[in-house]
Structure formats: C-alpha cells, structure tokens
C-alpha cells in the first residue's frame, strides 16, 4: 500500500506564491508517473501538472508558466512550487503516484486559496 500525504496549503492573496509538498511513503523511482490535479468547488477533479520518469512535465493550460513541479529522490517527495495565484487557482489539491502495474494513488488533499 502506498500512502501520500500533502502538505503546504493555506490562504494567500493573488500574485503570491505557495510550495506544496507530498511526501510518498516510498521510493518514488517505483511510480513510473507522478503529479498533481486539483477540485474546485463545485467543479470535477482536473489535471494540473504530470510528469512520467524520463518525460517532460504535462502542465494544464491554465497553470502552464506559473506552477512547478520537481521532485526530491532522496526524501521520496514531489513539489509543487505555484507563483502568481490568481483567485480561480482555489481548489483543493490533490497529490498523485502510477505504481506499475497501472495503479492509481491520491493523497487526501490539501486546501489552497487565493483571495482577490
């Protein structure tokens, strides 16, 4: 069993910045695809940014320029470093690991919002 724990939401104004965190309870070199998606309310669950081991990150449209993803091999750990909020980036965000076979894992989320 996998487990990802997120950490580093919290409130901050438009054009702030915030770094999220998600800690895997292993080895992230065992996840051939890592990343992140968000739910605002109301609203489904959306990709913001995955990254496949070896590939190039797959950023949303909306996030694209403004969000960054890396990862930490040695404390098993993926970021999520987001600059120049805006108020729609509101959502809960939600940490995201592909084991081999084709598993899927989340975390329990994280809130972020961003006031105008």
């Known amino acids: 069993q996998v487990q990802l724990v997120e950490s580093g939401g919290g409130l901050v104004q438009a054009g702030g910045s915030l770094r999220l965190s998600c800690a895997a309870s292993?080895?992230?070199?065992?996840?051939?695809?890592l990343g992140w998606y968000r739910q605002a309310p109301g609203k489904q669950r959306e990709l913001v940014v995955t990254?496949?081991?070896?590939?190039?990150?797959n950023y949303a449209d909306s996030v694209r320029g403004r969000f960054t993803i890396s990862t930490d091999k040695v404390k098993d750990t993926v970021y999520l470093q987001m600059n120049s909020l805006k108020p729609e980036d509101t959502a809960v965000y939600y940490c995201?690991?592909?084991?081999?076979?084709?598993?899927?894992?989340w975390g329990k989320g994280t809130l972020v919002t961003v006031s105008s």
């Open positions: 995201y690991a592909r084991t081999i076979p084709n598993i899927d894992y």
């Open positions: 292993r080895s992230i070199f065992s996840f051939n695809r």
């Open positions: 990254i496949t081991s070896g590939g190039s990150p």
